[in-house]
T-cell receptor, first 115, second 112 residues
Framework: DAGVIQSPRHEVTEMGQEVTLRCKPI?????LFWYRQTMMRGLELLIY????????DSGMPEDRFSAKMPNASFSTLKIQPSEPRDSAVYFC?????????????FGPGTRLTVT | DQQVKQNSPSLSVQEGRISILNCDYT??????FLWYKKYPAEGPTFLIS?????DKNEDGRFTVFLNKSAKHLSLHIVPSQPGDSAVYFC???????????FGQGTRLTINP
């Protein structure tokens, strides 16, 4: 069974460019999470969705960041315009939304470098 | 405000010995805790969890202990193996909620 799939695995872009990160959650999972990992701040939650609906985007750093989940099998995280401080590893995770199930399953991450 | 803290950035243990990784939390509302393991260039993978109604949970070589009064949990790995070398994250959640709050991680190195 395939795990969470993220693309691209690596992205190098210039400041000011638009960046789109993609995620395919595990089939049957109905909650999806976007995280960012940096040395300074560790692993921080940006936004999460339940049944394709954004529930909490309080972790999104600023308006340059946006996330969508058009259907149960696909989500995007977009940064426009990108800045060097956005350089980080971005993880997508999914889980089944049911009582007592707290384990999230992570994708391999996208390493973003903004020059 | 760091609600979940792993105060040791790194730990080195000899193969075959016990590894003990520690985690402290400040939010008394947290009542479910998880440990994740992360290898380089991979995402974190779930390892073991514990509910606040327990003080110990064991799964093979891995045991998690929870001390609610001290707001402290620890992960014991015994015996430690070279494949255990990774970064370990603890995470906490309020049951019924969805958001995991992660610690900064501890890099464990198992020496042969």
């Amino acid at each position: 069974d395939a795990g969470v799939i993220q693309s691209p695995r690596h992205e190098v872009t210039e400041m000011g460019q638009e960046v789109t990160l993609r995620c395919k959650p595990i089939s049957g999972h109905n909650s999806l999470f976007w995280y960012r990992q940096t040395m300074m701040r560790g692993l921080e939650l940006l936004i999460y969705f339940n049944n394709n609906v954004p529930i909490d985007d309080s972790g999104m750093p600023e308006d340059r960041f946006s996330a969508k989940m058009p259907n149960a099998s696909f989500s995007t995280l977009k940064i426009q315009p990108s800045e060097p401080r956005d350089s980080a590893v971005y993880f997508c995770a999914s889980k089944i939304r049911q009582g007592g199930a707290y384990e999230q399953y992570f994708g391999p991450g996208t390493r973003l470098t903004v020059t | 405000d760091q609600q979940v803290k792993q105060n040791s950035p790194s730990l080195s243990v000899q193969e075959g010995r016990i590894s003990i990784l520690n985690c402290d939390y400040t939010n008394s509302m947290f009542d479910y805790f998880l440990w994740y393991k992360k290898y380089p260039a991979e995402g974190p993978t779930f390892l073991i969890s514990i509910s606040s109604i327990k003080d110990k949970n064991e799964d093979g070589r891995f045991t998690v202990f929870l001390n609610k009064s001290a707001k402290h949990l620890s992960l014991h790995i015994v015996p430690s193996q070279p494949g255990d070398s990774a970064v370990y994250f603890c995470a906490a959640v309020i049951q019924g909620a969805q958001k995991l709050v992660f610690g900064q991680g501890t890099r464990l190195t198992i020496n042969p």
